[in-house]
């Protein structure tokens, strides 16, 4: 039937259209990169005869949500309905909008269990879901997987910009104003690459975040968020000192908007960043930031403040200060009672215990923490506790135990897919412990401090 896709050649003058052999491997994600981009772009092009193809396969295939789906779907636009009735929004635009986001919730929890290559095919089955409110909910959802599986996360924004040729420019205010929400797609897509430690991957989608940026409206706000991706990434390839020089960029745009909230929560990310290298500095920044934060806006971000105050004043050597902060953010800790939330708490007290002088007391803390951490799969935070347990067994005056943990430790990280440059920064520091293991035990705090700061 169909002719075969030639995807070297991208001769869009010639028509071409899927075929069934291809379009099957797509499903199985069993295609090249380059494939797969053919296959995204020729459906999105909405072509009648290969939507016609896919709708047959997908329907015999199985590959269709199943039943329960689409009728919790069916139940959800019923209960949207009835909002449309309702008088809980003054103005007619704002209603709009919100009742578009509620649907494009909707819509994105019925493609949730979909596999990834299942999703495009559905969503274009469906035009009733074409609009902006899919499109933010899809930039959303990264967010829930973004830590526990990175490389979902990605897919999800990268579909996000498969599918941005399906909604109607004139819908957000023109073709200016949609350019700026596809920068914003490419910011979130880079954040999602990061996580997933392709740095290469994110660095690209900066790049296309700024083109486009350039292009649309250049909202000041969303030429914020870009400068946020930015530098996280530069913070993630080490570059402390470049990401603040970046954030300041979008503090002053917030400056600017006068949003006195934002500003303060630039300014912790600023003192997040440099806290291991210049703890002093960090703290600077991050007691600015607590005087403009409003709690209320983000609440947990106040707790994250707080937190950071405790975890550099320790790593400035002020271990008695980071206590006063600990036992006064108590409270606060309780409204998070979340695991990872507690286990930061944890971890905490093991270092102030350790900034304190209790060196096996710390020790006892850590290694609990970590073995709960391992599981999550945190590569890096899994690196760091690994560092501050190892330092605490030497500071205990336990050289041995280091060291058969360090021999332990490394396999584990090797399996991971953390950065080379950390694992080959670790292989370094485990090497130098080694031969240093008859110095004192305060002298090697520099070998440790210097691995953190990676
Ligand atoms: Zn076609």
């Not at 004139?170 to 954040?191: H, I, N, P, Q």
């Not at 600023?270 to 709690?295: C, D």
């Not at 935070?381 to 135990?401: K, P, Q, Y």
Request: aromatic share 10%; charged share 25%; proline share 5%.
């Amino acid at each position: 039937m169909s002719q075969p896709l030639r995807v070297a050649s991208e001769d869009m003058a010639k028509p071409w259209h899927l075929s069934e052999e291809l379009f099957r491997r797509f499903l199985d994600q069993n295609v090249t990169p380059a494939e797969g981009r053919a296959v995204v772009r020729h459906l999105v092009s909405q072509c009648p005869e290969c939507l016609g193809l896919v709708g047959r396969i997908v329907a015999e295939g199985g590959y269709w949500f199943g039943k329960e789906v689409a009728e919790g779907l069916a139940e959800h636009d019923r209960v949207l309905a009835s909002f449309e009735d309702a008088d809980e929004f003054t103005s007619r635009e704002p209603r709009r909008i919100a009742f578009e986001r509620l649907r494009g919730w909707a819509h994105w929890s019925a493609l949730d269990p979909l596999l990834p290559n299942e999703r495009l095919p559905a969503i274009l089955a469906r035009k009733d879901w074409h609009h902006w409110g899919l499109f933010r909910a899809l930039l959303e959802a990264p967010a829930w997987y973004s830590a526990r599986d990175p490389q979902e996360a990605v897919d999800i924004a990268q579909l996000a910009l498969d599918i941005f040729d399906l909604f109607d420019p004139a819908a957000v205010g023109g073709e200016a104003a949609a350019k700026d929400m596809r920068a914003t797609a490419y910011s979130v897509l880079a954040a999602c690459r990061r996580m997933a430690s392709d740095l290469e991957g994110a660095r690209t989608a900066i790049a296309e975040a700024w083109k486009w940026n350039e292009e649309g409206e250049g909202d000041p706000l969303d030429k914020a968020e870009i400068y946020y991706a930015d530098a996280a990434y530069a913070a993630t390839i080490g570059e402390f000192e470049t990401a603040v020089t970046i954030l300041k960029k979008a503090l002053a745009l917030y400056r600017a908007a006068n949003d006195l909230h934002l500003q303060g929560r630039t300014l912790i990310r600023m003192g997040e960043t440099l806290g291991y290298v210049k703890p002093e500095k960090a703290l600077t920044y991050i007691e600015r930031g607590l005087e403009r934060l409003n709690p209320v806006r983000e609440p947990r971000l106040a707790l994250l403040a707080q937190h950071a105050l405790a975890e550099f004043l320790c790593a400035a050597g002020r271990p008695r200060e980071a206590l006063a902060i600990l036992d006064r953010s108590r409270p606060l800790y309780r409204q998070f009672p979340d695991e990872w939330t507690q286990l930061r708490l944890h971890w905490l007290q093991g270092r102030v215990a350790h900034g304190l002088g209790s060196f096996a007391e710390a020790a006892d803390i850590l290694r609990q923490v970590r073995e709960e951490l391992f599981p999550l799969d945190h590569q890096r935070d899994f690196l760091m506790i690994s560092i501050d347990l190892a330092e605490a067994h030497v500071r205990a005056g336990d050289m041995a135990t280091a060291l058969a943990f360090l021999e332990e430790t490394t396999p584990i990280l090797v399996g991971s897919n953390l950065h080379r440059n950390a694992l080959s920064t670790w292989l370094a520091f485990q090497k130098a412990l080694e031969e240093r293991r008859d110095l004192e035990p305060a002298a090697l705090a520099p070998l440790f401090d210097n691995l953190r700061c990676y």
